[in-house]
């Protein structure tokens, strides 16, 4: 008996009566879940936070720094990066261009899939900048688009976005513990 011939192929239509956290690769449900953790949370702020902070200085009025909204690729790939700094019109509802910077934070359920997966998404859709933030380590890595590959860039090192507007990325101090009496 051999598998079966018909793989289900979904679109953004069926995607967007679903509930829960999804995304779309290519027709296939990809299940973001479990939901993300605080510190993961609290660091997708702080670095949205330095990175507007910087915008702000610049007058980099043109860009627009987005925390976790879909991107449509295309009609059969959705996906939902933790930070993407978007140039050109604000996004109403979705991403719908590509975006200069994307930051994902690893967490113990997607750590492969933003390695891997989407680290060649991104670089194939020409993604300028690619952050992939460890919580773990707490470390990140800046990977910078030559052609369609990715190579490391210094961490702290500034990089350029749109109209010449450059960005200093850096991994925020560790919360304290908080101390329980």
Known sequence: MGFPKYIPHYTIGEYQQWEGDW????????????????????LSGQFAHGILSQMEEQRCQDCFLIQDVDWIIQEDLIVRPDVSLVCGALPEKF???VPEL??????ESTADKDRQSKRDLYAQQGVKYY???????WEYEILGLKGRKYNPLEAGGAILIHRGCSLQLE????????INN
């Open 23 to 42: 995304e779309l690769w290519y027709g296939i449900p990809v299940a973001m879940t479990p939901s993300p953790f605080g510190i993961h949370q609290w």
């Open 95 to 97: 991403i719908e261009t």
């Open 102 to 107: 994307v930051i994902e934070i690893l967490s």
């Open 171 to 178: 991994m925020p101090m560790k919360p304290s513990p908080r």
């Open 131 to 137: 952050v992939i933030v460890d919580p773990w380590k």
